[in-house]
């Protein structure tokens, strides 16, 4: 009978994704001779005829963010009907853009309601115990540095599988180069606001970290999974961070200096140990001071036996907008999955129990943050030990997790029935672009090279700010991206499998920018 509603539902999903409106055949075409005015033709389908609203919106980061393209005319705008269609722009129009491509994208959606239930039905318990019993080694920056590699490739692999543009967030840390894996999933009609899910993929030494945290990393790739195949008005962000173990290094580094500029962050559910289970009496513990904190939780958590047997949902007092969206769809989507909610006054420096993962650093940045969690050692006591593994967890509570934050974040981020198309204008564009700055040394050594070479930066952009350092062949394809924080100097050994050709490696922070040639034989 599972596996038969297993496949109906499969069969739902298909049928519910097929109704989407279809964009196709983006062709560009220059007007005049100078190459500013340009005209796109498309494709557009819908398979119950029914009216959609099309916007042309574009990208000068790699696909990570869009904005719309100010001064088009033609089949834009509601309602447009299906068939040939064309849209029309001046490149001049268009901010950012220096002599590289430029990546398009046309959305279409027909305006239909989209049923979260559908999302929430997705969520696989069996996908979750895998990712757990892949990533659940030993992995900490200087220990099992190798281990730790593999991991943080392997998010960004997946990331990718799902088509969502990534890039390393890098930064040095005792003499260490470790890395952030950002994702995120443009929103369509305000990619600025930007809803995050994160999990950090480190761990101790001593143990295999599978609820510490594979857990979260496990939840955090089928989150992205799914709500991938969505679109969504608002943006989505997923994120790995790296030595939340040693002081929640990766998500202070990347809040204190790395958020994109123009972004405002909306809310983040943070995973943090989401597999242990507990239905014993007294198998959950609390923090000290906790009753005097919390007198009407703890109560309830008293009169229920102190066991093990619920999330905890934890904000803080500025989060309460977010608590209450988190609390609303999961009582909606997953009524089975017993929550326990509390918010910590001001950053929950009163509480240091509740401020040890990653949602403190953007606590004490001003964003509302939660921390979804199975208590950590208060309930699971093979925490940082070695008996910390995949066979311990409870798969089902996971899922349960997982679908109440698919939830709220899809929720929050306002599900789109639409679809899209992109494409690449390669045309060179006389347009306003950054400034090339003067002061800059990029060096490549050797040049040319296989793929593996020394890159050192010196007085260019990044001292002025968090840096984007890119590597495009010449037809605009992205082949590498990493996030550089501001210093004077940067030294980078890079091996990247490319094939023989010429390509050009581009730092830029928003403001100026720099583009050197790199030659592969």
Not at 166 to 171: D, L, P, T, V
Not at 317 to 324: E, I, Q, V
Request: hydrophobic residues 40%; glycine residues 8%.
């Amino acid at each position: 009978m599972k596996s038969i509603l297993s496949g109906l539902l499969l069969v739902f999903c298909m049928f519910a994704s097929a109704q989407n409106p279809q964009v196709s055949n983006l062709q560009f075409t220059r007007q005049t001779a100078d190459t500013t005015q340009v005209s796109l033709q498309f494709s557009l389908a819908h398979p119950a005829s029914l009216p959609c609203e099309v916007w042309l919106r574009y990208s000068v980061d790699g696909g990570r963010s869009y904005k719309n393209v100010p001064g088009a005319t033609g089949d834009l705008g509601f309602p447009v009907s299906a068939g040939s269609r064309s849209i029309q722009f001046n490149t001049t129009q268009l901010q950012g853009v220096g002599a590289l491509p430029v990546k398009f994208r046309v959305v279409a959606s027909d305006r239909q309601a989209v049923d979260i239930a559908q999302l929430v039905a997705q969520v696989d318990t069996n996908r979750l115990k895998q990712d757990v019993r892949n990533i659940a080694l030993p992995r900490n920056y200087n220990a099992q540095t190798q281990t730790l590699a593999r991991v943080r490739d392997s998010i960004q692999t997946r990331l990718a599988q799902y088509n969502l543009p990534s890039y390393r967030h890098e930064f040095m840390f005792n003499n260490f180069l470790c890395g952030n894996v950002v994702a995120r999933q443009s929103g369509h009609l305000r990619d600025t606001s930007v809803w995050v899910i994160d999990a950090h993929f480190d761990g101790v030494s001593n143990s295999p970290g599978a609820d510490d945290n594979a857990s979260g990393v496990a939840g955090m790739l089928e989150a992205a999974r799914i709500l991938s195949q969505y679109e969504f008005e608002e943006s989505l962000q997923f994120i790995g961070f790296d030595v939340e173990e040693e002081g929640l290094v990766g998500s202070n580094r990347y809040t204190l200096n790395a958020i994109p500029a123009g972004d405002r962050i909306k809310g983040v559910f943070n995973f943090e140990m989401i597999g242990y289970y507990d239905t014993a009496v007294n198998s959950q513990q609390l923090p000290t001071g906790f009753n005097q904190l919390f007198p009407a939780l703890y109560n309830q958590i008293q009169a229920e036996g102190f066991r093990g047997d619920f999330l905890t949902n934890v904000g803080n007092a500025a989060s309460l907008p977010l608590t209450a969206i988190f609390d609303s769809a999961a009582a909606r989507y997953v009524p089975t999955l017993k929550v326990r909610s509390l918010n910590v006054p001001g950053n929950g420096s009163i509480a240091p129990d509740l401020r040890r993962s990653d949602h403190a650093s953007f606590w004490d940045r001003g964003y509302q943050a939660l921390m979804l969690t199975d208590g950590a050692n208060f309930r699971n006591s093979r925490y940082h030990t070695p008996a910390d593994s995949a066979a311990t967890l409870n798969y089902r509570f996971m899922q349960q997790v997982v679908q109440a934050t698919v939830a709220a974040a899809a929720t929050a981020a306002k599900p789109m029935r639409a679809g899209k198309a992109d494409a690449t204008y390669g045309f060179a564009l006389a347009v306003d672009g950054h400034a090339q700055h003067a002061d800059c040394e990029m060096r490549l050594l050797p040049n040319p090279n296989n793929g593996r070479f020394v890159l050192q930066i010196a007085g260019c952009v990044v001292p002025y700010g968090p840096a984007s350092l890119r590597v495009f062949s010449l037809d605009g394809r992205q082949h590498y991206e990493s996030w550089l924080e501001p210093a004077t100097e940067h030294r980078l050994e890079l091996n990247l499998p490319l094939p023989a050709g010429t390509y050009l490696v581009v730092t830029d922070n928003g403001h100026e920018s720099y583009t050197g040639k790199l030659l592969v034989r």
